[in-house]
């Protein structure tokens, strides 16, 4: 399925992720639950954030998952292969059970199309050189 | 069948209080972070990493 049928799907399953975007390694927005670009394009810039403060508390390998529980709400960011699926929940979420629906929601979007390259004309024999000519 | 009954509802007063208790001690902020080798930590609450991601989540939280 899209990203944004996926995201659809994960917030009427869930019952507590209230927002969710999926963007790739670049940035760009795949899928949103916001209405408005502005709020999907914040929720991107801060789990790029955390991720990248994530990446400097190992030193040979990349986080692969941020969970923050606040008295407020909970931010959720995972990475698989060149995927991110940042959310946000309400106060007190089963993190376990947040993560695992993230995971399934990701696991459930169709990979890119990869782009259709151009045909290499075949060479007609009479364009190939002859070795009799050399 | 009063027996039964009677252990029931000391079985589920216990199971209430068990999860009460272990609520009232569990920290209500939390930043924990999980890497690709499979390994992971969970960030001491006055750490500046702890408050770097607890202040990204705000802001996305705020709006």
């Known amino acids: 399925?899209?990203?944004?049928?996926?995201?659809?799907?994960?917030?009427?399953a869930s019952g507590q992720i209230e927002r969710a975007v999926v963007f790739d390694a670049k940035g760009a927005v795949l899928g949103s639950t916001w209405a408005e670009d502005a709020g999907a394009q914040a929720l991107v810039d801060a789990a790029g954030r955390a991720l990248a403060a994530a990446d400097e508390?190992?030193?040979?390998?990349?986080?692969?998952?941020v969970e923050v529980e606040l008295p407020e709400g909970g931010f959720f960011v995972l990475r698989e292969g060149d995927r991110v699926i940042a959310a946000t929940t309400g106060a007190k979420p089963t993190a376990g059970l947040v993560v695992y629906d993230l995971r399934t929601?990701?696991?459930?979007?169709?990979?890119?199309k990869p782009k259709r390259r151009r045909a290499k004309p075949k060479e007609s024999p009479e364009d190939a050189p002859r070795e009799d000519e050399a | 069948?009063?027996?039964?009954?009677?252990?029931?509802?000391?079985?589920?007063?216990?199971?209430?209080?068990?999860?009460?208790?272990?609520?009232?001690?569990?920290?209500s902020s939390r930043?924990?972070?999980?890497?690709?080798?499979g390994s992971s930590l969970e960030l001491p609450t006055a750490s500046p990493e702890?408050?770097?991601?607890?202040?990204?989540?705000?802001?996305?939280l705020a709006r």
């Open chain 1, 57 to 65: 508390l190992h030193a040979s390998t990349d986080a692969a998952r």
């Open chain 2, 50 to 60: 702890f408050e770097l991601l607890a202040g990204e989540a705000r802001s996305v």
């Open chain 1, 105 to 112: 929601c990701l696991a459930q979007i169709d990979p890119p």
């Open chain 2, 31 to 37: 930043v924990a972070v999980a890497f690709a080798d």
């Open chain 2, 1 to 27: 069948v009063k027996r039964l009954i009677r252990l029931a509802i000391v079985a589920a007063l216990a199971i209430w209080a068990w999860r009460f208790a272990v609520g009232i001690r569990r920290p």
């Open chain 1, 1 to 12: 399925v899209d990203a944004a049928s996926a995201l659809t799907e994960l917030v009427r």
